[in-house]
């Protein structure tokens, strides 16, 4: 059950339940549901539903002490949470490491905020530890942005954890979609 720190009625709670929903906007989780009010109503905040979202009991005592939501998670690094199965994120890491697309449009077909670094991500770790793989230098995205992304050029490195050290080719069959824009006044060494 939802909770709430006012006294709302029963009525107007089950109505913004209907018109938010019961999952957290923060952190996806529909556990521990409790509904914040965006400006709060100390500062003149309305006691209206497109003033409140919900939020899990967590990321609502973040919002309301100032701490950043890490203080309050165990063992999580923080970041929107991947919703694509570990078979199909291995699929596009796989597009990833053979050199098909880049880091953005790796992040794009997870679901995952532009500013996510892949590197951190669980399911990463665990693909590079099932593929037998210390890391991936995929530079699709940088020669992308420096007009020198071709067909068949040299975009990175696989290291496998054996030593062996394969070369990323670029492979354009259109899965990389990405329309870079190209930076002006970039020398390329």
Known sequence: MAKSKRNLSS???????EKTGE????????EKIEYH?????????????????????KCHKAAHYGRHILHYREGNRGG??????????????????SGKIGKKKCVELIGLSKSTHITDMAQYKKYLDVRGIEYIKNKIDLLGVNGVLKNGAN???????????????????????????????????
Request: proline share 3%; charged share 25%; with cysteine.
């Open 23 to 30: 999952i957290c906007v923060n952190c996806g989780v529909s």
């Open 11 to 17: 009525s107007y709670l089950k109505f913004v339940k």
């Open 37 to 57: 009010h965006i400006v709060p109503l100390s500062l003149g905040g309305k006691e209206r539903v497109s003033n409140i979202v919900p939020l899990c009991e």
């Open 155 to 189: 975009v990175g490195t696989v290291k496998y954890k054996d030593g062996t050290i394969k070369t990323i080719i670029y492979n354009d069959d259109g899965a990389n979609d990405i329309d870079y824009k190209i930076k002006s006044n970039v020398k390329i060494c």
């Open 80 to 97: 929107r949470p991947s919703r694509a199965t570990d078979e199909y994120a291995f699929e596009v890491f796989d597009l990833f490491a």
